[in-house]
């Protein structure tokens, strides 16, 4: 079997954007990898996701990350939550992307981190991108759920 290809998905409804949050499951990022344009009404987020689409247990490797980015438009508001933003380099594990609707087309895109933190991203509307942005590297360390 091939590897897979590097991703690049668009949601523009909340179907789309759980397919986005499954691809995105256990991604890494440092603090200071999120930005917020508010001139833009960009959010964009560089991290380091497992490739769960890749398999793994496969020739001795527990599985691959690759470094992705992901862009959140029409951004209006950003709140965070239990997230030191003076701390740029402290590790954050995202658990979670999803919509949360208000008045149509808009609502809040709520990035779910283990620890408890979280951002809450007003948008206008959906308009979300993750990109693949690297070449995939083995990783020794697999992520663990507990049932």
């Known amino acids: 079997m091939a590897d897979p290809a590097p991703l690049k998905l668009l949601a523009q409804d909340a179907d789309d954007l759980a397919v986005i949050s499954a691809a995105l499951q256990d991604a890494v990022a440092k603090i200071g990898d999120i930005r917020w344009d508010a001139s833009a009404r960009t959010l964009t987020l560089a991290c380091n996701r497992f490739r769960w689409e890749?398999?793994?247990?496969?020739?001795?490797?527990?599985?691959?990350?690759?470094?992705?980015?992901?862009?959140?438009?029409?951004?209006t508001g950003v709140q965070a939550r239990k997230l030191r933003r003076d701390a740029k380099g402290a590790v954050v594990e995202l658990l979670s992307v999803a919509f949360e609707p208000a008045e149509a087309p808009g609502g809040a895109v709520l990035l779910t981190f283990a620890g408890g933190g979280d951002l809450k991203v007003t948008v206008d509307c959906l308009d979300v991108i993750l990109a693949d942005v690297s070449e995939a590297w083995a990783t020794p360390r697999r992520p663990g759920h507990a049932e």
């Open 54 to 75: 890749a398999g793994g247990q496969k020739k001795g490797k527990k599985g691959e990350r690759i470094r992705s980015a992901l862009q959140l438009g029409d951004v």
